[in-house]
């Protein structure tokens, strides 16, 4: 037993004294800091995202060559920015050898827990990175519970035309908008340009099955056409490149958007979000991507098959690799176009959507871009400016020009977009670029829709692909009827039960009936709670009143409960 004891207490301590080291650890690394070495002022600045020095290969080596750079250049940009008023105000920015300054860059890591975003755990474990890495999904969550610093006091400051050139003009909505206190701030930074989605296509496949390239203009109907002439399971082949799992949505919402459909809608004048792909446009979508995934049909051999595409996720990039799927959605950068073959793979703008009743067609595919934030736990003012101008810098024309020349240097210069090579003096690389590339993004970033950001559109995939799981799982049990009628029905209520669903999980909107529900079930339980209490209170007083009293002590407590309106407990008492 006295072992036992003694385990255990030289267990709690040991635990004790780790715990005690990792808040020591963690209150140095979970945020920026100044230190005086040797004359010289150093500002740490913990970076999520930072290219890492250690990879070899041609677009890493770009980036961090910007980087080098900018540490570089730091001392300059700080002496004719900020050294006046530091070195005027010791008492904000500290007494520092503010004539001397350098910057330290740290890659942040944070910890891998399963099922844990990092980065929502780091902020939990206050050991956020100074810059943070933010996306659409993600953005109100960051900006609604203020994990975000607002940018607008170093923007007033910066070349508006850079700023212009730097955010397109449908990502200003993600990045400016109302705080945790209702104040319109610019939260983030794009980097990297627009990401626009575009369909990849195997010119190998379409030539074995005679099928024409696809072009600007193709359309749901060809698509779907190439699919089935593209998909021979008996030999591991497939028309397109789908998915399974929580996030499958994501291959839906480029139909979802070209048939007209929207994720979410926001009213400005009610500051209110809410889920929205339930509509008509909607409803066609869903229509169509089930028929893709999953429609019935019987091979050569005799064998009944379902559908046109492959959800093999774990597999894809290796069956896309050898050249077992026809077709693919995938993001094209602004600066740097996919660096895939184009001898074997073609690109185009994704495909256009059903004809609305005036014959017009749209299409819509994912307006996307990579983003900096700064963490608003930052409190020292020298980090946050720091902070700042890594950001500015990391996206500036000086480091495009930089990365610019390591891609045509490292032989990927045909891959960069051509208004690039163009403005930095690489004309004679242009005529390398794969024809039609630079034309596919215009479209695609023309016609493309941001990645949903309203409230919680963080779990938006997740809510999205209920409906769609749902619906092949319909398809493929016979329940989804064959009567076009009939089956929009189907699907219609499938959809308005997941936008329900979506709405009240995401943004706390209840219908009518979720209300009354919820009504009643309350009623339910503060009537049980009623009864329960007057039970207790009817042990009570028959534990402590005499026998010869129990009948009028509980007469008298009834009539004081019948009195103030309590009929539960009264009627409960009677019996």
């Known amino acids: 037993m006295q072992r036992h004891l003694l385990t255990y207490v030289v267990s709690y301590r040991l635990s004790v004294a780790y715990l005690i080291l990792l808040t020591i650890l963690c209150s140095h690394v979970h945020a920026g800091w100044i230190e005086s070495k040797d004359g010289q002022t150093i500002i740490h600045i913990k970076v999520a995202n930072l290219p890492d020095p250690s990879r070899m290969d041609t677009s890493s080596r770009a980036d961090v060559a910007a980087i080098r750079q900018f540490e570089r250049r730091f001392r300059e940009i700080f002496s004719r920015k900020y050294a006046a008023k530091y070195k005027a105000h010791p008492e904000i920015y500290g007494d520092y050898n503010w004539d001397n300054v350098r910057i330290e860059l740290e890659r942040f890591a944070g910890l891998q827990v399963e099922n844990v975003e990092t980065d929502l755990l780091a902020i939990a474990g206050d050991m956020a990175p100074d810059i943070l890495y933010v996306n659409f999904r993600k953005s109100d969550t960051y900006i609604r519970n203020g994990f975000l610093y607002p940018l607008d006091q ?41 990401l626009g989605k575009v369909l990849l296509f195997r010119k190998d496949r379409f030539d074995e099955n005679n099928i024409p390239y696809p072009d600007l ?39 979802l958007w070209s048939a007209g459909g929207e994720v979410m809608i926001y009213d400005e004048a009610n500051d209110q979000w809410r889920c929205a792909f339930n509509s008509e446009a909607a409803v066609k979508a869903l229509d169509f991507y089930t028929k893709l995934g999953a429609e019935k049909w019987t091979d050569n051999n005799g064998m009944i098959r379902r559908g046109y595409s492959s959800k093999d996720a774990a597999g894809a990039g290796t069956k896309w690799d050898q050249g077992k799927i026809g077709m693919q959605f995938a993001y094209i950068d602004e600066k740097l176009f996919s660096t895939i073959n184009p001898d074997v793979t073609g690109m185009v703008p994704v495909p256009l959507g059903p004809p609305d009743e005036n014959g017009n067609r749209m299409r819509g595919g994912e307006l996307n871009s990579r983003m900096f934030g700064i963490f608003a736990g930052v409190d020292n003012p020298v980090i946050r400016d720091a902070a700042f101008e890594y950001i500015w810098f990391y996206d500036s024309d000086e480091a495009s020009r930089i990365k610019t020349r390591i891609m045509v240097e490292g032989g990927l210069g045909r891959f960069v977009n051509p208004k690039y090579l163009e403005k930095y003096g690489y004309e004679d690389v242009m005529q390398l670029t794969p024809p039609g590339w630079a034309r596919a993004f215009e479209i695609a970033i023309d016609t493309g829709k941001p990645e949903p950001y309203g409230r919680n559109s963080n779990i938006a995939y997740d809510m999205m692909t209920v409906p769609i799981q749902q619906a092949e799982q319909m398809y493929m049990n016979g329940d989804l009827s064959e009567d076009p009628d009939i089956r929009t029905a189907q699907l219609r209520q499938i959809l308005d039960d997941a936008v329900a669903k979506a709405n009240e999980k995401m943004i706390g909107i209840l219908t009518p009936k979720q209300k009354q529900k919820r009504r009643l079930t309350a009623a339910i339980v503060l009537a049980l709670i009623v009864i329960a209490f007057g039970y207790v209170f009817r042990r009570v007083i028959r534990t402590f009143t005499p026998p010869s009293a129990q009948r009028l ?17 009264y009627s409960f008492l009677r019996c």
């Open 553 to 569: 002590t509980v007469s008298e407590l009834a009539g004081d409960l019948k009195s103030t309106g309590m009929h539960t407990f």
């Open 154 to 194: 170093w923007l007033e400051n910066v070349p508006q035309d850079e700023l212009n050139q730097r955010v397109h003009e449908r990502i200003w909505p993600v990045i400016k908008r109302k705080g945790p206190k209702g104040e319109n701030h610019v939260w983030s930074l794009p980097y990297g340009g627009a």
């Open 217 to 255: 203009n193709w359309t749901w109907e060809q698509l779907f056409d190439a699919a089935q002439k593209l998909t021979d399971p008996a030999n591991d082949l497939y028309g397109m490149q789908l998915g399974r799992g929580k996030t499958e949505s994501w291959f839906w919402i480029t139909f």
